[in-house]
């Protein structure tokens, strides 16, 4: 039974277009955040632990008001002013995570909790009035950063980048993804039937890494996406910006451009 003195903020009736969860499996040293509206039991020394952040996939700024809770266990917490929820004392093994918003969003994900630890989550939330099936996409330690949500987070670290967000990408709708390539500073260079961006490595001119949702693709392939077909652009021109979990080859001096599709 869950408490009933939650005060939840009204929201707007909307439907749920996009939810992401990448799931790290950490096992830091716990001390929750402080919480608007944490409710968190008693932990006990054989329990596991949730905490993360829930951020709107559209501009990567933090969703409020989200409740997170695991069926079951009578423990839940609604993510405060800057998205951030911490629950503790859960039992270990394989449970069910719920993620409520308001009237519009119920959606049931199966997780497991390690005894000890703590399962760290990121939750990306696309509110849009369209009504499309939910997704989850689950990345198991470094391979989170190859997901929807490591793009918002190197966008926060700010990283040498430059970032177009899904609220970006909707403002550019129809324009060919060369447009908004040559907006960002890279030459697209085209032949019959291909396209291929290029950097500069040092002198000349040279061939930049092209990757989708973190698998790396033939760089000219790029031709073959559009702008509305994608949810999130990143574009590094030089090679020493390339996070490392991107860079491809050795002494390569060359720039990347990362493609994350819309579901």
């Known amino acids: 039974m869950y408490h009933s003195d939650v005060k939840r903020q009204p929201l707007q009736p909307i439907l749920p277009l996009l939810l992401s969860l990448a799931l790290i499996t950490a096992a830091p040293p716990f001390a929750p955040a402080q919480q608007d509206s944490a409710r968190i039991l008693p932990v006990q020394q054989d329990s596991a632990r949730l905490s993360g952040s829930v951020r709107s996939s559209l501009n990567g700024l933090p969703i409020s008001g989200v409740m997170i809770a695991v069926q079951g266990s009578r423990v839940f917490d609604v993510s405060n002013s800057v998205g951030l929820f911490a629950l ?3 039992p270990s093994g394989r449970q069910t995570l719920r993620v ?4 519009s969003l119920s959606y049931e994900k199966d997780i497991m909790l390690q005894r000890g630890q703590t399962l760290m989550l990121a939750v990306l939330l696309e509110v849009e009035a369209l009504e499309l099936t939910p997704i989850v996409v689950e990345a198991q330690s470094a391979r989170a950063v190859r997901s929807l949500a490591g793009f918002y987070d190197r966008k926060t670290w700010g990283r040498f980048g430059r970032f177009y967000t899904l609220q970006e990408l909707q403002q550019r709708r129809g324009l060919p993804l060369r447009s908004l390539l040559s907006e960002a500073g890279v030459w697209v260079g085209c032949g019959t039937g291909y396209c291929i961006p290029l950097g500069s490595g040092g002198p000349r001119q040279c061939l930049m890494s092209l990757y989708l949702d973190g698998m790396r693709l033939p760089a000219d392939e790029i031709g073959l996406f559009r702008v509305d077909e994608l949810a999130g652009v990143e574009v590094y ?4 910006d390339v996070p490392l979990e991107f860079q491809w080859g050795s ?5 990347a451009v990362l493609l994350w599709r819309r579901y």
Do not use: I, P, V
Not at 237 to 240: D, L, M, P, V
């Open 88 to 90: 503790a004392g859960l």
């Open 100 to 103: 409520l918003y308001g009237d």
């Open 237 to 240: 021109k030089r090679g020493f």
């Open 251 to 255: 002494g390569s001096t060359c720039g």
